[in-house]
Structure formats: structure tokens, C-alpha cells
């Protein structure tokens, strides 16, 4: 090992180590920024590194990438909305499994060694079916293609018949690395894959599926690593690995379903049982809605993306400031998986101005419901079913719930009384101290903001 | 020895990583995914040394376009992120 390959491995070990403490800093809102900007400055570090290679003849290519990847990073950073946060990490998750598959099949010639041909293939298949599964991710949440589940008779069987074609044709191009038609079917069968993959889990499992994509998105890059023998892509690429496991886990665990069940049964698409909800369903106008308002001391609100739909949060915000004013308490109550993506109502509610210590956890928030005057219901469905709880045979049965019918009053913002995003009836709405306030969130709330006023 | 010796750092990272992200509050699950996402763009490292042989073969095109989209991940994943925190404040006073 030369010098400048030393100073280039020591680099390396350096910027794994500010991957690793600008991590650390992420588990505090007060020094998460500084966490990510340590992280980015690793990141820089890496690829000044890389840049110094000896086996770099010219930077051309090389200048020109990093220039139109940078531009379009940059202005996608700059322009995304915060309620399209979760379609931009969608894209952004295939467009790192595409990067990998490329670094893989461009490592075929300098490979040496079957375990470096394994990994190779490792890499082309995650990163190729993150890449396709990303997409349809993409299409699904920004709702290009429809978002329900897609389900044919026979879907397992096609898909085992997959799995099975990417195993025989990484197995032949192992022996036959010289033939490229193994590593083409094993590119083309990875992209169908990552297809076949997403189109079957509804729409309201997409915080599960974009979790594990993320998850994807690093365990190729850490094949790739491999394929290149590269210590800062497999360290780089298993912490996001590892991240993408947690986020899934937590995803899963509060939708008190398994892993499996999500990716396998097309949840979204079932038919909830005949069941009859009892009760009635009654409607309030904006007028009533405030002068019970007016009257409470403990309000509780609960967004979900119908907020982000609407684009309330900046209105909501105004209420919140308005009932604080006129002596209430007010906390936001967060379900683990209210959104499309897994914090996805912290970070709209944190570009309103609402302080992220006014946002409660579901298990902080559902043991001081009973004392809550009026729970507001902005847009979120699923998460406060009490048929969760309540009905046996509701396929959401034992999914923890933000419990907003103990307390007194339930206000529902609600467009229309369609079902909600997993299509399933919610027995809330038909509650003795329910009162459904209909029509366009953010308009609803600035109707109240003006009763106040 | 080469790839028990990649393994191992493949175990020691994953079991770091876990410890590190279980940490993380609920709050704080978005701009952790989206600055995850940019360090999943550390295939640009690998990216850039294919995309330099000047070989003008296929595997310095693959390369340059490796660079291309891992530096959308790095660049927009970080600045998103960055974005995203500047707007987590606590409660004054």
C-alpha cells in the first residue's frame, strides 16, 4: 500500500466515524441538525478521498456526473413540499438502488473470484429491485397509479417462478462470467421483481414499504461495497440497512401486523366484513363547533394526511395559538404511522412553527385522553378506529389506536363520509360525543379561527 | 481472508447501526430516513473510481451514471434533511 492509498483508507475510517456520531446527534431534535451537517461533511471527506485514486485517469466523467446529480439534488431539495416528502425519498430510494446496480454490473470487469461474482450479483438485485420498487412506490404515493393492492389469481406462483429465475441465473453467471446473457436476465428478472414486489401492499402500508426500500437502498450499496472491496460503502451502506430494519420494525409493530403479512396479502384491497355500524351519523356546522371549543380546557388534536392534503397545518397552527390564548391546553396526538412516511406529521407540523414538544407520542397521549374536552380529527381515519379495539372481525382488529372516543367531545374533519385510505368503516364516526364537521380541513379551521376572532 | 475480513465490518456496522437508530425519536423518523438516504449515496465513492479508468468502455459509462444518481441521493438528501431540521424548534420560554 502506497501513501496516498493509506491517506485515502484513513479517510475512510474518518468519515465512517462522522457517519456514525452525526447518526448519534440524529437521536435529539436539539442536535440532530448539527448531526446531519457532520454526516454530509463524512460524506464530502469520502469522496475527496476517492477523488485522489491513483487508478483516475480522467475526471471528466466523473465532474460531469457530480455536477447533474448535484443540480438535480439540490433543486429537488429546494422545491419538494413537505407533504411530498415521502414520494422524494421514494425516488430518491431507486435512484441509490440504481446507482448500486450500475456499480455492480460495472464491477464485472476487474472481477476476480466467485465470492466477488456472489456480491455482484447481490448488488444488480437489490439495487434493481429497490430501483423498480421505488417507482412504483413513487406512482402509488403521489397517486400516478392507482394505490390501492394489485392482486391476480396466481401471484404467488408467478412470483416463486421469479425468484426462482433470479437464483438459477446468478448461479449460472457465477460459472460463466464471461456470458452476458446470465447477468442480463439476472438485471431484467431483479427490475421485475422490484415490480412484482410493491404492486400487491396497499396503499395505506406504504410507511412500511418505504421503510424497507430505504433499507434496500443500503444493503446495495453495501453489496456493491463488497463487489469493489470497499470498507466505507459496507460500513455507509449497512447503517442505512440497519436504520431502514428499525423504521420498518416500528411501522409494522403499530400496525400490529408482521412483515410478511404486509408484503404478502394485499391488505388494502380487502373487503371489510358486512358488519353494520349502529348509531347515526350527525353533522355540525362550524358555528356549534365553536362554542364548544370556546368552552374547553383540554384539546387534543389529531392530524393525519388528510391534513397534509388539505395543507392545514399553517391554520391549524393559527387554532392552536388561538385556544392556548383562551386558556386551554392544546397537544397534538401522533399516531406511529399517521402519514405516508414515518414522521411525516412531525415534520409538517414543525413547518407550521408547532413546537416538537407539543407533539405527543400515541402512548403519551392515550392515557390523558379522559381528561380531554374536545379531541379534533383532522384528516386521519384508520388510527383512531375504535374497531381496532373493539370488533373481532375488523381487519384492523388490534392495531393500537389513538383512543380520541374516550374523550368527551370527538370532532371529525372529514371530507365526505367515504372510508379512509385502507377502505375500512369506522365505527368513530357513529359515536354518541362524535360530531362530524365536513368539508376542505383548512377551511373548516379557518372558519373557527374567524368564530374566534 | 479478504471477504471474512469485509464480513466482519458488514456485522460490527449493522449491530452499531441498530444500537445508534433505535435511538432516535418518532419525531425525528422523517429527517432520519431522508439523511439515512443520503448516506446511502456513499456509492458514489465506489461510482467514481469506475467512472475514471478512460477507458471509454462500458464499465466507465455505467460508472458515470452510478456518479450521476448517487449524487442526487448525496446532494438532495442532505440538503432536504437540512431543510426539514432548520424547522424543528421546542416551545420558547
Known amino acids: ?453 | 481472508m479478504e471477504a471474512v475480513f469485509l464480513t466482519f465490518i458488514l456485522m460490527l456496522a449493522i449491530f452499531l447501526g441498530f444500537e445508534l437508530i433505535n435511538k432516535v425519536p418518532a419525531t425525528l423518523h422523517t429527517p432520519l430516513m431522508s439523511g439515512a438516504n443520503a448516506i446511502s449515496g456513499i456509492t458514489v465513492v465506489g461510482a467514481i473510481g469506475l467512472a475514471g479508468t478512460g477507458q471509454q468502455d462500458m464499465a466507465n459509462w455505467l460508472g458515470a451514471g452510478a456518479v450521476a444518481l448517487a449524487s442526487i441521493n448525496v446532494v438532495g438528501g442532505y440538503m432536504v434533511t437540512d431543510r426539514m431540521l432548520a424547522m424543528f424548534k421546542k416551545k420558547e420560554g
Open chain 1, 1 to 453: 500500500m502506497d501513501a496516498t492509498q493509506l491517506l485515502i483508507q484513513l479517510a475512510y475510517v474518518v468519515s465512517a466515524a462522522l457517519f456514525i456520531y452525526g447518526l448519534k446527534l440524529l437521536g435529539s431534535a436539539d442536535s440532530a441538525r448539527r448531526g446531519n451537517m457532520m454526516s454530509a461533511v463524512g460524506m464530502l471527506l469520502a469522496i475527496v478521498a476517492a477523488l485522489l485514486d491513483q487508478g483516475i485517469i480522467e475526471y471528466q466523467w466523473i465532474l460531469l456526473g457530480i455536477v447533474v446529480g448535484g443540480v438535480i439534488g439540490a433543486a429537488a431539495a429546494r422545491l419538494v413540499q413537505m407533504t411530498s416528502m415521502p414520494e422524494m425519498v421514494a425516488l430518491f430510494n431507486g435512484f441509490g438502488g440504481m446507482a448500486s446496480l450500475l456499480v455492480g454490473a460495472a464491477a464485472i470487469s476487474t472481477a476476480t473470484g466467485t465470492f466477488t461474482l456472489v456480491t455482484i450479483v447481490l448488488s444488480i438485485l437489490i439495487g434493481g429491485l429497490t430501483f423498480t420498487g421505488s417507482l412504483i412506490a413513487y406512482g402509488k404515493l403521489s397517486e400516478t397509479i392507482g394505490s390501492g393492492a394489485v392482486l391476480f389469481r396466481g401471484q404467488q406462483i408467478v412470483n416463486s417462478l421469479i425468484v426462482a429465475g433470479i437464483l438459477a441465473s446468478g448461479v449460472m453467471f457465477c460459472l460463466q462470467p464471461e456470458n452476458p446473457q446470465w447477468l442480463y436476465l439476472v438485471i431484467g428478472l431483479s427490475l421485475v421483481f422490484g415490480v412484482m414486489a410493491v404492486i400487491p401492499i396497499g396503499g395505506a402500508d406504504m410507511p412500511v414499504v418505504i421503510s424497507l426500500l430505504n433499507s434496500y437502498s443500503g444493503l446495495a450499496a453495501c453489496a456493491a461495497g463488497f463487489a469493489i472491496n470497499n470498507n466505507i460503502l459496507i460500513v455507509a451502506g449497512s447503517l442505512v440497512g440497519a436504520a431502514g430494519i428499525i423504521l420498518t420494525q416500528i411501522m409494522c409493530k403499530a400496525m400490529n401486523r408482521s412483515l410478511s403479512n404486509v408484503l404478502f396479502s394485499g391488505f388494502g384491497s380487502v373487503s371489510s366484513g358486512e358488519e353494520t355500524v349502529e348509531g347515526e351519523i350527525k353533522p355540525i356546522s362550524v358555528e356549534d363547533a365553536y362554542y364548544i371549543l370556546e368552552a374547553a380546557s383540554n384539546v387534543a388534536i389529531i392530524p393525519g394526511y388528510g391534513m397534509a392534503v388539505a395543507q392545514a397545518q399553517h391554520v391549524v397552527k393559527e387554532l392552536t395559538e388561538i385556544l392556548e390564548r383562551n386558556g386551554a391546553e392544546v397537544n397534538f396526538g401522533i399516531h406511529p404511522v399517521a402519514g405516508r412516511m414515518p414522521g411525516h406529521m412531525n415534520v409538517l407540523l414543525a413547518e407550521a412553527d408547532v413546537p416538537y414538544d407539543q407533539l405527543l407520542e400515541m402512548d403519551d397521549i392515550n392515557p390523558r385522553m379522559e381528561n380531554v374536552d374536545v379531541a379534533i380529527v383532522i384528516g386521519a381515519n384508520d388510527v383512531v378506529n375504535p374497531a381496532a379495539r373493539e370488533s373481532e372481525s375488523s381487519p384492523i382488529y388490534g392495531m393500537p389506536v389513538i383512543n380520541v372516543d374516550q374523550a368527551r367531545t370527538v370532532f371529525v374533519l372529514k371530507r365526505s363520509m367515504a372510508s379512509g385510505f385502507a377502505g375500512i368503516e369506522n365505527p368513530l364516526f357513529y359515536k354518541e360525543n362524535t360530531r362530524m364537521l365536513f368539508g376542505d380541513a383548512k377551511e373548516s379551521i379557518g372558519g373557527l379561527v374567524r368564530e374566534f376572532a
